[in-house]
């Protein structure tokens, strides 16, 4: 009985910090019901509430440290119970099958594709002959071919004819989910159209803030050249259509890219200098600063400040997380509490996963929030133990440098997870860009913000471009390096909630048991470097297949299907084109058939009708994908277009009890956001 006498005395040492683990109890819930590979059903909830309901009748009559553990469990089914609520609240039409015909609708969005084509997100949509409650409700159209007369405006009414499509699944069993995402935002359809489109109304003549966002954006990338405009147009309205795929590589290469969405550092740096500047301003007159609270005064002014930044830059989901963050510590200054502290991070945390559940698995809440609590972790650490490190100056230094080094630090594993990149000198680029960022470009951005009612915006808009210039200087210099960017292969899923809450516990808990969060860090890491890549990745659509062999993975086809090309390499760190991949020795192809060695037997691809004419058969050992139908019964196992439509992508594994076979539908399951079935036989690879 001693044992659990101790782990009751280690539960109640962390009596005051226990609201630190009700957002990481509430994210474990919500993380479930995404992991889960069914969709719960009514008995799933009942058994639930009957679980609750027993935790609240034992806590009265268990010790405080246990009754604290079913506290969080209870937390925990709050948690799978919301996220359930979010994901059938967000249910709207989606398209079925592709779509060829006329595209109406409202422009909502106006961003840029990967291949830097102009592409709108349309709502009220109207789709010829379908009824309104079959048309989604959001589609989003690239623009490709003679588009350069268009200049497209937010609540502008367009019209083309294009080619939609439902959102696709994963391009491989345990990948990110581009359908989940795309249900969330209620987006129905994605496509794309070669013909101009067509203005048929204009935008309202009353301004809205998306239009004088829009306007404002257009007004500093005409001021300024060329990626320096983009940038501004980036970091003050949100909107980076203006910058160019050769910049935006420099500033990945260099872990230097978050400049450009505007989050927690932006906010965080705008609403730090209009809260100092008005302070300072009203120390200047002492007998106003004598009579009233000018601390507090300053404070909700700055989160006026933020609230405005928040609109003019299109709220998106990083910029709600970061004023939600800033938002939490303006007002417990407000309250007369600390501003910066680990409460105040788990009120916004908590906040955040309440609006959007979802957004627990992406890569902007994982890194900002873990940057942040890494940061108030160690400075509260090392508060007072520098006073006379060099001076003021020095001080202000070895902050910086130390700030950048846990940040990334703190970042870096979620930075390779999910970009599958390590940045080799992304800590020397960001000492050298983030404190031009802060002390030259946020400042210049608020500067040009005041003097815009007297005409003289120019005058901030040209500092800020000297800032933005010098970003981009730095970015271009260290990505030109040799080695600047190394690929890193995607860890198995238990890797990256490994290392998550081995640090949380390294950082949260209170006692001599905190170094047991080293353990599951250091197995997190060591599954990330012993981790295998599937040897046969076969794409949902038939139409790409991918072995991997001793110098890399083999692609079946040169060119098509290339945004499951380029993930089906980045996912194996593999940093080379897909032409390249698919030169690789190995291949035997012919006409459209395409054959490799694999388990002791060979595994076929078919593509395009002559190929299927030519094929002669297949041995039981072997494994044929097929677009096509074929003429004779196979005796072989047979993956077609139809049966890929049902399972999604597939991961082939040969191990020694025999070839393993994973399915999108095996690990996902049945879900809201799943894929629909489709009714059209094609498998075009529609544009970026």
Known sequence: MQIFTRIEQALLAQRGHLFLWVPISFGIGIGIYFAVSFEPAPKHHITLVLIAIVLLALRKRLPLGTASVLMAGLVMISGIFWADLRAHLSAAPRLEYRYYGPIQGRVIKIDR??????????????????????????????LHGPQDWYRPEPFQWVGMTGHLGPPNGPVEPGGFDFQRHAWFLKLGGLGYTRVPALELRGPPKNLRVLTIRHRLSRSVQSRLDADIGGFAAAVTTGDRSGISQTALKSLRTTNLAHLLAISGLHMGLLASFVFATIRCGFVILPSVALRLPVKKIAAALALVGATGYLLLSGASVATERAYVMAAVALVAVMLERRALSLRAVAMAAMIVLILRPESLFSPGFQMSFAATTALIAVFSALRGRFENAGGRWGRTLLALCVSSFVAGAATAPFAAAHFNQWALYGLPANLLAVPMMGFVVIPAAVLAACLAPLGLEHWGLIIMGWGLEWILGVADFFAGLQGARRAVPTPPSAVLPLISLGSLVLILWR??????GALPVFLGLWLWFHADRPDVLIAETGGLVGVLSGQGRILSQPKGQGFVAQNWLENDGDDVLQSNAANRGGLRSKNGLFAVDFAGGTLWHIRGKRAAAEFIGCQPQDILVTQQPLKMAPKCLVFDAKKLRTTGALAIRDTAKGVTITSV??????????SPKQTDKSASDPPQ
């Open 113 to 142: 594709s990967s291949s830097s084509a102009l592409r709108l997100t349309l709502d009220q949509v109207i789709l010829s002959k379908m009824p309104p409650d079959k048309t989604p409700k959001r589609v989003r159209v690239s």
């Open 511 to 516: 006692g001599k048991l905190r170094v047991s």
């Open 665 to 674: 539908l095996d690990l996902r399951g049945n879900r809201p956001w799943s």
